[in-house]
């Protein structure tokens, strides 16, 4: 019942609420005077994610070009030095997203680390002076007559001819040896420690990428609100400093009809 006591709400505010979309691949979307709730999310996520998403507008409310600049901690908590806020919303939203962790990407990020010295390791057997940051001339000269030299930069390739582009040969890292019998074990070595640095190098892209996302005021915000629902008693203990700031600012009217929601949904005796 809560989430149709919320969208009713937000309706009678003038925001559009559609739940039956894609929300743009992520379970909410908040954009110009509407919220997109994914067709996809629970019963049970349904009012978390009303609240993030209408935090998204009370926020919008306060800082109107936020969309574009991500918003400011500063004017969400009508400061000028929030970095005591800052620090106490990542511990929120690590709580109540545990996707911002990064857990799963660190460990694959880990294995990439250790193929690499692993593959690094094999080729110093035969060649005690290679250094990954130089060239490694040995094998340039082996490989410029080899199609291996295609797996370089991919792990599966398809060798096309002719004009309709019919596939006469596919290679993949994988049957390296088997493809190519003569080559030596540290040049097919060298070649799989540049396939996972390139994989390390994507995942660390990936994870630098969540984190701009994740550390945006308007995102760390979002998930403040979001908290003071799933469990407002832990997240007052992990983030004294901000809840009693928000509450203060929220009794005052600063967050405007916010304070109404949370009426609706919270327990005055935890707040």
């Given at each position: 019942?809560?989430?149709?006591?919320?969208?009713?709400?937000?309706?009678?505010?003038?925001?559009?609420?559609?739940?039956?979309?894609?929300?743009?691949?992520?379970?909410?979307?908040?954009?110009?005077?509407?919220?997109?709730?994914?067709?996809?999310?629970?019963?049970?996520?349904?009012?978390?994610?009303?609240?993030?998403?209408?935090?998204?507008?009370?926020?919008?409310?306060?800082?109107?070009?936020?969309?574009?600049?991500?918003?400011?901690?500063?004017?969400?908590?009508?400061?000028?030095?929030?970095?005591?806020?800052?620090?106490?919303?990542?511990?929120?939203?690590?709580?109540?997203?545990?996707?911002?962790?990064?857990?799963?990407?660190?460990?694959?990020?880990?294995?990439?680390?250790?193929?690499?010295?692993?593959?690094?390791?094999?080729?110093?057997?035969?060649?005690?002076?290679?250094?990954?940051?130089?060239?490694?001339?040995?094998?340039?000269?082996?490989?410029?007559?080899?199609?291996?030299?295609?797996?370089?930069?991919?792990?599966?390739?398809?060798?096309?001819?002719?004009?309709?582009?019919?596939?006469?040969?596919?290679?993949?890292?994988?049957?390296?040896?088997?493809?190519?019998?003569?080559?030596?074990?540290?040049?097919?070595?060298?070649?799989?420690?540049?396939?996972?640095?390139?994989?390390?190098?994507?995942?660390?892209?990936?994870?630098?990428?969540?984190?701009?996302?994740?550390?945006?005021?308007?995102?760390?915000?979002?998930?403040?609100?979001?908290?003071?629902?799933?469990?407002?008693?832990?997240?007052?203990?992990?983030?004294?400093?901000?809840?009693?700031?928000?509450?203060?600012?929220?009794?005052?009217?600063?967050?405007?009809?916010l304070s109404e929601v949370l009426d609706f949904i919270y327990n005055p005796v935890n707040?």
């Amino acid at each position: 019942m809560e989430d149709k006591v919320l969208i009713k709400y937000f309706k009678s505010l003038g925001i559009e609420v559609h739940t039956s979309t894609k929300a743009r691949g992520h379970q909410g979307f908040y954009t110009h005077n509407r919220i997109d709730i994914s067709k996809n999310v629970s019963q049970q996520r349904m009012v978390p994610v009303l609240l993030h998403e209408f935090a998204h507008y009370i926020h919008s409310q306060i800082e109107p070009d936020m969309m574009k600049t991500g918003g400011s901690l500063d004017v969400l908590f009508d400061v000028n030095d929030s970095e005591k806020y800052y620090e106490e919303l990542l511990l929120v939203t690590n709580f109540v997203d545990k996707h911002s962790k990064f857990e799963k990407l660190e460990q694959h990020k880990m294995i990439a680390k250790s193929k690499v010295l692993e593959y690094e390791n094999v080729i110093k057997n035969k060649y005690p002076k290679f250094m990954r940051s130089k060239k490694f001339k040995e094998f340039d000269k082996y490989i410029k007559g080899s199609k291996a030299k295609y797996l370089l930069k991919y792990d599966r390739i398809k060798l096309v001819s002719g004009l309709l582009f019919k596939t006469v040969e596919v290679l993949t890292i994988d049957n390296l040896e088997k493809d190519f019998c003569d080559i030596p074990p540290e040049f097919a070595a060298y070649i799989r420690l540049k396939s996972w640095q390139k994989k390390q190098t994507r995942i660390s892209t990936k994870i630098n990428k969540l984190k701009k996302y994740y550390q945006k005021p308007a995102e760390l915000f979002a998930r403040l609100v979001e908290g003071l629902y799933l469990d407002p008693e832990y997240v007052q203990k992990i983030a004294p400093h901000t809840c009693y700031r928000f509450f203060d600012l929220l009794n005052r009217g600063y967050y405007k009809n916010l304070s109404e929601v949370l009426d609706f949904i919270y327990n005055p005796v935890n707040l």
